[in-house]
């Protein structure tokens, strides 16, 4: 059916979207007062993203190819669902890669333009952009990392500068990507050497979902997540936020990925599933086994555990990496 009617993650989101229009989609916690989007208003940006990304393109005909290197925020996040859902290609690349591979894959990708969080990575792309067979625009998040000379331009400001309406004539004479065409490439991590590329169209993106949704029937249904894994790590980017999507839940943005953070958040956001690493399963379940150690005999360890992970947690998930069985039961046994 998916193949059929050639339903695409711009259809799916714009379900959840007339489903429920004031629920929170993303949440930013690094702001001194968390800052809500909307459904609604993520539909508004992620169009205006689309169009901007479409009227800086190299080549219109072919349409923009993007690179997005960026630690998680809510705009990293809004511009590559711009990207997937407005036929853009782009890749979400691994802010820990050098000089050497930023350029191989900006290079091979035909990369026309990038998106940075800061200052600092802005840097690190204008010294990438003096080795590339081609140039390539610099589009920032952070207004502070701008340049006067419009070597690095500030996304909000070009977003700022368009009507919806003139997003959407942009939008309406864009290239509409095939389903099976690749829509966006994901690079290994080069542990075991050179980065390599897997390619993912929008028909294997959306028909995942479903397959996720098949094989963990319990989960859905006002879900919250907190955004640890980068978007750039496949469970991040597709089990977590377009997962959030397909189930209409909350994706929540803790500002930085520390342990500190993560203990600090649990208890105060109280996510319904934890999607992680096998360190982070582990220093939850050490945490947890201090408090049952002071609180002695008798005492309640679900309650315990609870004041760690948050009362709503009741799913979880570890990947890329060995978890003593121990950890796993532990959870396991106490709910």
């Not at 990304?53 to 997005?68: K, S």
């Not at 979400?92 to 894959?105: E, K, W």
């Not at 249904?221 to 977590?240: K, M, Q, W």
């Amino acid at each position: 059916m998916i193949r059929k009617t050639e339903f695409g993650l711009l259809d799916l989101f714009l379900q959840r979207r007339a489903a429920d229009p004031e629920k929170t989609l993303f949440q930013d916690m690094s702001a001194p007062v968390p800052v809500q989007w909307s459904y609604e208003q993520i539909d508004r940006r992620t169009r205006l993203i689309a169009a901007a990304f479409h009227a800086l393109a190299a080549d219109p005909a072919r349409g923009p190819r993007v690179a997005i290197f960026s630690e998680n925020t809510v705009e990293s996040a809004a511009a590559d669902l711009a990207c997937l859902f407005y036929d853009i290609l782009d890749t979400p690349l691994n802010t820990h890669f050098d000089q050497d591979v930023l350029a191989g894959i900006f290079d091979r990708l035909s990369i026309d333009i990038a998106v940075v969080d800061i200052k600092e990575r802005a840097e690190i792309l204008e010294r990438v952009r003096a080795r590339t067979a081609r140039p390539f625009t610099i589009v920032t998040t952070d207004r502070a990392a701008a340049t006067e000379s419009d070597s690095v331009i500030f996304l909000g400001e070009r977003c700022g500068r368009m009507s919806p309406a003139e997003a959407g004539q942009i939008l309406g004479r864009r290239r509409r990507r095939p389903g099976n065409e690749v829509a966006t490439v994901m690079f290994t991590s080069g542990s075991t050497g050179k980065p390599k590329g897997v390619s993912f169209s929008i028909y294997q993106l959306a028909a995942k979902r479903f397959a996720r949704a098949a094989a963990l029937p319990a989960v859905g249904g006002d879900e919250v997540f907190l955004s640890f894994l980068p978007l750039y790590h496949t469970f991040g980017r597709y089990l977590e936020l377009l997962g959030t999507i397909f189930w209409g839940g909350t994706y929540v943005f803790p500002g930085n990925p520390s342990v500190e953070t993560l203990l600090a958040l649990l208890p105060r956001i109280n996510p319904t599933g934890f999607i992680s690493v096998p360190v982070r399963w582990a220093q939850l379940h050490e945490r947890c086994l201090e408090l049952i150690d002071a609180a002695g005999p008798g005492a309640d360890p679900e309650a315990l555990m609870r004041s760690v992970v948050g009362r709503r947690l009741r799913w979880g998930l570890s990947a890329a990496g060995y978890l003593d069985p121990k950890v796993f039961h532990f959870f396991e046994r106490n709910g």
